[in-house]
């Protein structure tokens, strides 16, 4: 059975930190590519951060987060990470896993359940 399970949000002051984990099951994380993406009230989802299967130094980062946000992840544990800094309000959403990996014409992507992150004074 595939999981991904999100941990970490919370509610913060505006500035301060937090780690989102995503804890894999049931499929191989490894070949897998990791995102976060999220999605506020009233708005679409957005894609935040990804990273590459095997991990890469060039990862991506939506704009708004980038210089903040860091995505990793660890293989071992099938986990992947976003360490969120110097949040600000406007970083306030459900913050979701995703893992893809694309074969041929086939795309198999999983969705976590989300964790809420509330960054307010």
């Known amino acids: 059975q595939v999981q991904l399970v999100e941990s970490g949000g919370g509610l913060v002051q505006p500035g301060e930190s937090l780690r989102l984990s995503c804890a894999a099951s049931?499929?191989?994380?490894?070949?897998?590519?990791m995102s976060w993406y999220r999605q506020a009230p009233g708005k679409e989802r957005e894609l935040v951060a990804a990273?590459?299967?095997?991990?890469?130094?060039?990862?991506y980062y939506a704009d708004s987060v980038k210089g903040r946000f860091t995505i990793s992840r660890d293989n071992d544990k099938n986990t992947a990470y976003l360490q969120m800094n110097s949040l600000k309000p406007e970083d306030t959403a459900v913050y979701y896993c995703?893992?893809?990996?694309?074969?041929?014409?086939?795309?198999?992507?999983?969705w976590g359940q989300g964790t809420q992150v509330t960054v307010s004074s």
């Open positions: 049931g499929f191989t994380f490894s070949s897998y590519a």
């Open positions: 995703n893992a893809e990996r694309w074969v041929g014409a086939l795309t198999f992507r999983y």
């Open positions: 990273i590459a299967s095997a991990g890469s130094s060039t990862n």
